[in-house]
């Protein structure tokens, strides 16, 4: 009896005959003083132990940066003045966050499974905190991806990762020059018909280095210091500028 439960079970179980085998361009993203932004190249392979099936597959490239709660405010105007007048509290929000896909997102991934893997960029955000006195608190949500999509941010690349013969795939990714340090979240997704057959997942390590990453520490540890470096070098600055005027004016 025992046996014959342990062969139902080992059946039900979902067998991955499809599996993705990755490759990043670089896994590693150092911020400078001169960091302006980079470029990751996504790309891999579909491993099968079976012929490929008739449904056409699908791959789709998630990156997520660090998560962290925010406050999104709105401003009316009130006896001519712009103030804060309501505030949603979003529990979690990624900093930065990509998705690729070789179709529209509606096509290659069914709601069900976007609410259970999370791959939208509304999915991402989780903001469930709203207070009962604001009505239209989607509004917020709302507003916190359009800003964010107009500052690069946020990108959805529908049609973005190229799939040939539905075993090689590619795709790139931009990376914003204002990036957060931190593990930078990366999965991919095989689907057939709108349902996730495989998932991998890998990390992105972004951080600070050299020079933006002394000034970040000293910022961070030593906030007092850091203050009289920053005004006694405004200092210079300002009496370097009026030297060299009045240098200029004597010739």
């Known amino acids: 009896m025992l046996r ?7 059946l039900a179980l979902p067998l991955k005959a499809e599996e993705v085998v990755l490759g990043l361009s670089s896994d590693r993203v150092r911020i400078t003083a001169t960091f302006e932004g980079s470029e990751i190249l996504v790309f891999g392979a579909i491993k099968r132990e079976a ?14 940066g660090p998560s962290k709660p925010l406050t ?5 105007r009130k006896l001519g003045i712009w103030v804060n007048t309501d505030a949603v509290e979003i529990d ?15 096509e290659v991934l069914t709601s069900v499974e976007d609410l259970r893997h999370k791959i939208s960029i509304p999915r991402a955000i989780r903001s469930v905190g709203a207070p009962g006195s604001v009505e239209d608190a989607q509004n917020f949500t709302d507003a ?28 790139a990714i931009e990376l914003p020059a204002n990036l957060t340090e931190g593990d930078y979240r990366t999965r991919i997704l095989l689907t057939r018909q709108g349902r996730v057959i495989s998932e991998f997942e890998t990390v992105i390590d972004v951080r600070k280095v ?14 007092m210091l850091y203050g009289l470096m920053s005004l006694a070098i405004a200092i210079a600055a300002g009496w370097g500028a009026s030297a060299a005027f009045r240098v200029l004016r004597r010739n």
């Open 4 to 10: 014959l439960a342990l062969v139902l079970i080992c």
């Open 51 to 64: 012929p490929i099936p008739e449904d056409p597959l699908d791959v789709i490239v998630a990156i997520s």
């Open 72 to 76: 999104v405010r709105r401003k009316d």
């Open 92 to 106: 979690s929000a990624p900093s930065f966050y990509a998705v690729a896909t070789t179709g529209p997102l509606n």
């Open 144 to 171: 916190l991806i359009r800003i964010r999509t107009k500052n690069n941010a946020y990108q959805m690349l529908e049609g973005a990762v190229a799939l040939d013969e539905q075993t090689l795939f590619r795709t």
């Open 210 to 223: 050299g020079l933006e990453r002394w000034l970040f520490t000293l910022s961070r540890e030593n906030p």
